[in-house]
């Protein structure tokens, strides 16, 4: 099995460059859409603007998109080294959203948000 994300995204050039930031390669790119690489983590971007107004049934509509994004989900990206994860959000003048800290189930990890406020945690093992 694989796991792949698809967000959708207001700016899919400003969303490529955060994720870049990050560490995710892009692997292909299109006009109305990118798929970026990270390891063995694949998100896909869309242009929310590409979505139907609104409809029915529980597809996405940028209706249903007007509000919070993300709302209830944090994106876990499990990575070999966190202070090098940090420079290069700190680097990209990325805002986290809660600092490093060691937690006491064996984990370090800070948390941020992209520009679409997608809610993000990077980890590592202790």
């Known amino acids: 099995m694989r796991l792949r994300i698809e967000l959708f995204v207001d700016d899919l050039d400003t969303s490529i460059g955060f994720y870049a930031a990050l560490g995710f390669a892009v692997e292909r790119r299109e006009h109305d859409y990118a798929s970026l690489r990270w390891g063995d983590a694949v998100i896909g971007l869309g242009p929310i603007a590409k979505l139907p ?74």
């Open 53 to 126: 107004p609104s409809g029915p049934g529980p597809g996405f509509t940028r209706e249903r998109l007007a509000g919070v994004r993300g709302a209830g989900t944090e994106i876990v990206l499990e990575v070999d080294d966190l202070d090098v994860a940090l420079a290069a959000v700190h680097a990209a003048g990325h805002a986290l959203a809660e600092e490093p800290t060691d937690r006491p189930w064996g984990l370090r990890d800070f948390r941020l948000t992209d520009p679409d406020g997608y809610y993000l945690r990077l980890t590592t093992k202790v």
